[in-house]
Each structure stands twice: as structure tokens, then as C-alpha cells.
């Protein structure tokens, strides 16, 4: 059926009409859904990322973060909206703003950037996108190529307030995908020139754009060399800024552009401040939710470890670890939740997990720790399949492990030994592996006269790639040298 010929066509078209709204940087743009809309979207997302992109626990940079971006938001087009800025604890390298004002900035891009300039430069960025509502275009161009979607929800905000809810159902499309890596090369662009902008408004020098832009796309060479080494696909960044290609006249011509509105007071650079504020800040895998050292998994801020099967693969994950079997032949998830009111893991197995008809089933201490585990059927990675469940009190903490093989007949039977061993495994950590729980951090030192990264690296706890990867941090890459008396940044 034509979308004209739709029962519901007369309400497309005034919503067309009406939503070709004003943008507020200028400009007539295609918008479906009010700013009321926008920020209840905008909260509702905040909400479904929180598991996903938690906050980094470290107030003079989360402070840092929050005051430039107040000043650069209290410029922009939109200063009347709630911005709120927040620094993610994730090593990816990264940078996005959601609906209505809510900006992310990675501590994984944080380390690689070396003045409040550079750091205005990306927040001024996403800013930028907030101003000229790039998110809320691209979710009404989502609604216009999904018709049926699209009508339904016409119809529900048509008679009501729907409209947000309807929104807020779309948000594993809208942000599972291009929002958070990138827009098209021409919002990009324009988030740049708002950025640059708000930048020499603050007393930024808007030329960091520059130097944020080169040191990203230095990573992006490294890793496309270094996956063409190692016979692999390259991980490429996707994110702030990744649309730009390495020399960019239009971005120069951006910046020459703001020339005239720059503030009266210029703000100094003072690198050093903003690098010193960076000493101690973790560098890679959070290790704040835990770490692994070989088979061992640390849960340093409980005092817990385990020890997976010989050979799995480990993945600590946001909301869960996962060990799988080698050839994907069984896998072992353990996550955390809250006990609530449950007496008993017997009561938290039944009543929070919803399981039943359970076999093998038993209580029992582990670690001093009251503890139950049993087999019942459940859906897995491999279908509906038995599961051996294992779940631990620790005060109102509950760990819960899940274990499932992939043969229908004869995967439990060939696993269950090892996921009983895991969960069996848990303990309070040894004094030696609760030192091993601390990962990685960025400590800041001056060089001194001969001073090399070859040097350097000869110390680092960087895994692989270690002289190349501290030229990447001092923005040193690809045959640099630190400068005697210069800070520069390691990883200890």
C-alpha cells in the first residue's frame, strides 16, 4: 500500500508539515518529535546505558569534565537545556552525546589527549551535536523510512503523550548503531564548526581540534598496520571525529572561519596542569569490576577470585564474565545481582531467577558463604538447554553462575564437573592476588636528558605494542622522542 493511500496519510502529512521544524543553529531541518520529546528520549537512554557505559569513579576528573563542558554548553545554541557531562570508565576510545544533553566522554580518550583544549575540543564537538539536534534528525529519519512504525506512532502522539514512549522503544536501533559511532561527514562537520565555535567563545584555541584529530587518526594507521601483521581485520575507530580523513582542509577552513568571535581573554594552555591531573588513572580494562590474570578472575574491591577451566577464553564484560570452552563447546556465565529479600539462595534461585522442576539440587557452604546449586532447563547461547545454576551469598551480594554445553544430549554431562569447579573455586583473595587486582595506570614523569620510549618500554605494564602505544599517548607517533624536561605519560 502507498504511504499516501495510508488510513493514517492525512496525519502524515500535517505531521510533515509540522515538523519541519527551525533548527536552533540555523536552518530548516526534519524533526518528529518535540524538545519535551527529545529530553524524556534522552533520560529514558541514560537509563538503558548505565550497565553498559558506567561512570569512572575519579572526582577531579569527573569535575574537570563537567567544568568545561558547562562553559562551552552555557555558549552554545541551546544553554537552556540540562546538559549533563559524564566520564565513562572504558578503555574504547570514544566520545557521544545522546537526546537532550547527555555527553560521554571515554577515560580511554581521555588518556590520549594532553590540554583542557583538546578535551574542549571534543566536548565542544558533542555539544555541537546536541545544538543542532543530530540525534533527534536521525531518529525521525529512522520513523520516515519505517513506515509502519512509523504511522503507529504517529497515531499514538497524535492523541497523546505516546510519542516519547514509542521513541524511547526504538533506542536499541537508534543508539546500537550510528549514534554511537559517528554521524554522516556533514553533520560532522558541522559539530565542528559549532564546537570551534563555543571554543574561542570559552578562550579555547579551537586549532586542538587539530591535534585531537591527528592523534586519532595516528591510532587508526597503528591499528590498521598492526591487524595487517597479525592477519587480522582492523578494529578502526568509529567514533568523534572518525569521518575526517588525516589532512582536512574543510576543518581548517572551520576554524579559520570562527576568527572574530573568539573572548577577549585567551586561556593559557598549561599542559602540565591537565596532564598531572591524569596521574593514577587506569589505563585499559576496568579494573574497578574486576581483572583477569591467566585463568584467575580478581574481584579486588570484594576481596573474591576464582579460577575458570585451563584453556577457556575469558571475557570480562559490563554486566557479566564469560569463559568459553575451546571450539565454543559449552560456556560459563557469572554475574552479580542484588539478594533483596531472600532468606536463602534456595529462595533466589526460585523466586528472582523464576527457575522450577530443578534436579540435582543441593545446599551447601562455600567459603563460609551459604550457597545452592542445582540443573534445570533454561534458554542459552546454544538454545533451550539443562544449566547447571550455582548461586553464592556474600552479605547482599549473590553470584550467580550459569553453565550450558552445546550438545543437546551430552553437554552437561561433559561440562558439569567444570562448572561445579568454578563456582567451587570461589575464595577471599591471598594477599598476593589481591595486589594482582591492581591494574594498569597512567603515571606522569618528566624525562630526563637521553630518555627513550625504547627505554620505556622496556618498564611498562602495556601488554603488546609497548613503545608504539606510549608515542600514541605523547602524541609522539610514529619515530618521536620525549623532549628533556618535558612531562610525558607512561603506564605503570
Same mark, same amino acid.
Given at each position: ?113 594532553? &590540554? ?6 571534543? %566536548?565542544?564537538?558533542? +555539544?555541537?551535536? @546536541? !545544538?543542532?539536534?543530530? $540525534?533527534?534528525? *536521525? ?103 572518525? &569521518? ?6 574543510? %576543518?581548517?577552513?572551520? +576554524?579559520?572561519? @570562527? !576568527?572574530?568571535?573568539? $573572548?577577549?581573554? *585567551? ?79 534456595r529462595d533466589f534461585f526460585r523466586w528472582e531467577m523464576r527457575m522450577s522442576n530443578e534436579t540435582h539440587a543441593a545446599e551447601f557452604t562455600l567459603s563460609g558463604l551459604p550457597a545452592f546449586t542445582a540443573v534445570a532447563k533454561t534458554d542459552t547461547p546454544y538454545g533451550n538447554r539443562e544449566t547447571r545454576f550455582s548461586v553464592v551469598f556474600m552479605g547482599s551480594q549473590v553470584y550467580v553462575f ?91
Amino acid at each position: 500500500m502507498s504511504i499516501l493511500r495510508h488510513p493514517l496519510a492525512p496525519w502524515l502529512l500535517v505531521a510533515l508539515a509540522l515538523a519541519c521544524a527551525r533548527n536552533p543553529t540555523g536552518g530548516t531541518d526534519l524533526v518528529m518529535m518535540s524538545e519535551e520529546d527529545e529530553i524524556a528520549l534522552g533520560h529514558a537512554s541514560v537509563e538503558q546505558l548505565r550497565g553498559q557505559f558506567p561512570a569512572y569513579k575519579n572526582r577531579e576528573l569527573q569535575a574537570r569534565v563537567e567544568r568545561i563542558g558547562a562553559e562551552l554548553a552555557a555558549l552554545s545554541h541551546r544553554p537552556d537545556i540540562a546538559y549533563d557531562f559524564t566520564l565513562v570508565d572504558t578503555p574504547d576510545v570514544n566520545a557521544f552525546a545522546l537526546p537532550g544533553g547527555h555527553i560521554y566522554v571515554t577515560r580511554g580518550l581521555l588518556a590520549y589527549l594532553e &590540554s583542557d583544549a583538546e578535551l574542549a575540543g571534543v %566536548l565542544g564537538h558533542e +555539544i555541537g551535536h @546536541v !545544538a543542532a539536534r543530530h $540525534s533527534v534528525q *536521525r531518529h525521525s529519519q529512522q520513523r520516515l523510512t519505517q513506515a509502519g512504525v512509523y504511522l503507529g506512532s504517529l497515531a499514538a502522539s497524535a492523541f497523546g503523550d505516546a510519542y516519547a514512549g514509542a521513541a524511547a522503544a526504538d533506542l536499541g536501533n537508534l543508539f546500537g548503531g550510528a549514534l554511537l559511532s559517528g554521524y554522516g561527514r556533514e553533520d560532522e562537520l558541522q559539530a565542528d564548526r559549532l564546537g570551534a565555535e563555543y571554543m574561542a567563545k570559552a578562550g579555547y584555541d579551537p586549532e586542538a581540534l587539530l591535534d585531537v584529530i591527528t592523534t586519532l587518526k595516528d591510532q587508526e594507521i597503528f591499528e590498521i598496520d598492526r591487524a595487517a601483521e597479525e592477519g587480522r581485520r582492523a578494529n578502526v575507530y568509529h567514533g568523534v571525529f572518525a &569521518s575526517h580523513p588525516s589532512a582536512d582542509q574543510r %576543518l581548517k577552513e572551520i +576554524i579559520e572561519s @570562527v !576568527a572574530g568571535t573568539e $573572548s577577549d581573554e *585567551r586561556r593559557p594552555e598549561d599542559r602540565e596542569a591537565f596532564l598531572l591531573s591524569l596521574d593514577g588513572m587506569a589505563f585499559g580494562p576496568s579494573w574497578a569490576h574486576g581483572v583477569i590474570r591467566g585463568r584467575n578472575f580478581y574481584l579486588g574491591y570484594v576481596g573474591m577470585g576464582l579460577t575458570f577451566p585451563r584453556d577457556w577464553a575469558i571475557q570480562n564484560e559490563p554486566s557479566r564474565v564469560l569463559a568459553i570452552a575451546p571450539g565454543n563447546e559449552a560456556v560459563l556465565q557469572l554475574t552479580l545481582a542484588d539478594r533483596g529479600r531472600n532468606k536463602t539462595p534456595r529462595d533466589f534461585f526460585r523466586w528472582e531467577m523464576r527457575m522450577s522442576n530443578e534436579t540435582h539440587a543441593a545446599e551447601f557452604t562455600l567459603s563460609g558463604l551459604p550457597a545452592f546449586t542445582a540443573v534445570a532447563k533454561t534458554d542459552t547461547p546454544y538454545g533451550n538447554r539443562e544449566t547447571r545454576f550455582s548461586v553464592v551469598f556474600m552479605g547482599s551480594q549473590v553470584y550467580v553462575f550459569q553453565g550450558a554445553g552445546r550438545d543437546h544430549a551430552h553437554g552437561l554431562d561433559q561440562f558439569d564437573r567444570d562448572f561445579l569447579d568454578t563456582a567451587g573455586s570461589l575464595r577471599p583473595l591471598s594477599e598476593r592476588e589481591q595486589a594482582a587486582t591492581r591494574g594498569p595506570v597512567i603515571r606522569v614523569r618528566r624525562a630526563t636528558e637521553g630518555t627513550t620510549y625504547e627505554a620505556l618500554s622496556r618498564s611498562t605494564r602495556i601488554k603488546s605494542y609497548q613503545e608504539q602505544t606510549l608515542r600514541l599517548l605523547n602524541h609522539q607517533y610514529p619515530e618521536g622522542e620525549p623532549e628533556a624536561g618535558s612531562l610525558i605519560k607512561l603506564v605503570k
